[in-house]
Nanobody
Framework: QLQLVESGGGLVQPGGSLRLSCAQSGRPLVYYAIGWFRQAPGSDREGIASISTSGDTIIQADSVRGRFTISRDNTQNTAYLQMNNLEPGDTGVYYC?????????????????WGRGTQVTVSS
């Protein structure tokens, strides 16, 4: 059974950085497109970055473009989200998700498997 486990969240000051990891088990990551989503208290889940199965296509939400970078290491079955210049508005629970239809997408309904999330808090 495919499982996703996020790690790397925590408390960081504004302007700081974090790198989130998403480790997949049960089937090789190479077959899946990956998405990162976040949900702030009282808000809907927001798609923020996605990378296609091949890695050739990356899409990002305007809210994180230029600050966050999504990547994948198929040899390690792990995806990453490098987050720089963090702002208080980036606070929330961050989730990774995968689907096997190749294309990158920021739409949550495209995804079949989800991790349980990792908390990111940006505060001074």
């Amino acid at each position: 059974q495919l499982q996703l486990v996020e790690s790397g969240g925590g408390l960081v000051q504004p302007g700081g950085s974090l790198r989130l990891s998403c480790a997949q088990s049960g089937r090789p990551l190479v077959y899946y497109a990956i998405g990162w989503f976040r949900q702030a208290p009282g808000s809907d889940r927001e798609g923020i970055a996605s990378i296609s199965t091949s890695g050739d296509t990356i899409i990002q939400a305007d809210s994180v473009r230029g600050r966050f970078t999504i990547s994948r290491d198929n040899t390690q079955n792990t995806a990453y989200l490098q987050m720089n210049n963090l702002e208080p508005g980036d606070t929330g629970v961050y989730y990774c998700a995968v689907h096997d239809r190749r294309d990158a997408s920021l739409q949550y309904y495209e995804y079949d498997y989800w991790g349980r999330g990792t908390q990111v808090t940006v505060s001074s």
